[in-house]
C-alpha cells in the first residue's frame, strides 16, 4: 500500500507531463482491500486500470479498463487468442455481481477487525514492528533491533509452507520484511469468528 500522498503526487506529475497513470490491480482490485479498486482509497482516478484473479473468481481472464480516449484503436488492431473468453466474461459479471451485494463493505469491515486484531498482538510481540493495510490486504513487517528479521521471516515462510521462499533475494529485498495477509472479499463474517480467538494464541 502507498503513503498517503504518493498516489496524488504521482497524478498530478502525470499530467503535468502528459504521461498515462496505470494503476496495476491485478491483486488489489476486485474488492479486497474494501473498495472495488484500491486506489478509490486516495481519490485516484487513473488512465489504465489492470485486473486479472479476482475478476472471474478463478477462470482466466484478464481486463485492461481505460478511458474511451486511451481505447479508440480501431476494431482488429489489437487480438488475443483466448481474449473474450465468453465462459470467463461471464463469471467476471457474475463476480461484479456479487462483490456490489455487500462482499465489499465486508472486506473493509472484516479488515478494520484484523487491523485491531494483529495491532493488539503487535503491541505484545516485540517483532512485529508494523501492521498496515487496506481491507483483506495486510501487511505485518517483522523487525529485530530496528533492522528488517529476515532470518524469523523465513522461518515463518518454513513453517506455513514447508518449502524454503521462492522469492528471489532482489523481490525479497524489495518486499523489505513485511509478510502479507490477503483474503477474497466475502458475505459473511463468519469464516472470521476465529479471529476472536484463535489469534491470541498467535
Ligand atoms: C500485481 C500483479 N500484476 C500482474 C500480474 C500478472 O497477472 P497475470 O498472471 O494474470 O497476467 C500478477 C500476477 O501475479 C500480479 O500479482
Redesign the pocket.
Known amino acids: 500500500m502507498p503513503e498517503n500522498g504518493f498516489l496524488g503526487g504521482l497524478r498530478r506529475l502525470c499530467d503535468r507531463h502528459g504521461i498515462l497513470l496505470v494503476a496495476?490491480?491485478?491483486?488489489?482490485g476486485m474488492g479486497r482491500t474494501g473498495k472495488m479498486f484500491a486506489c478509490e482509497h486516495w481519490g485516484i482516478v487513473p488512465d489504465i486500470i489492470?485486473v486479472?484473479?479476482g475478476v472471474a473468481s478463478g477462470l482466466?481472464?484478464?481486463a485492461i479498463i481505460a478511458k474511451a480516449g486511451v481505447m479508440d484503436w480501431p476494431a482488429s488492431k489489437h487480438t488475443s487468442t483466448f481474449g473474450g473468453n465468453p465462459l470467463s466474461c461471464a463469471a467476471a459479471l457474475a463476480t461484479i455481481d456479487v462483490l456490489q451485494g455487500g462482499f465489499i463493505e465486508n472486506a473493509a469491515a472484516m479488515g478494520k477487525l484484523l487491523l485491531r486484531r494483529l495491532r493488539d498482538i503487535a503491541a505484545r510481540k516485540p517483532l512485529i514492528h508494523e501492521v498496515r493495510g487496506r481491507g483483506l490486504l495486510i501487511g505485518i513487517e517483522l523487525a529485530r533491533n530496528g533492522k528488517p528479521a529476515i532470518a524469523e521471516r523465513e522461518a515463518l515462510w518454513k513453517r506455513r509452507c514447508g518449502t524454503d521462499c521462492c522469492c528471489s533475494a532482489e523481490a525479497k529485498a524489495s518486499c523489505g520484511c513485511a509478510r502479507r495477509w490477503s483474503s477474497p472479499p466475502r458475505k459473511s463474517a463468519s469464516r472470521w469468528k476465529y479471529l476472536k480467538t484463535r489469534s491470541t494464541k498467535f
Open positions: 496495476d490491480e491485478v491483486q488489489t489492470c486479472a484473479k482466466p481472464l484478464g
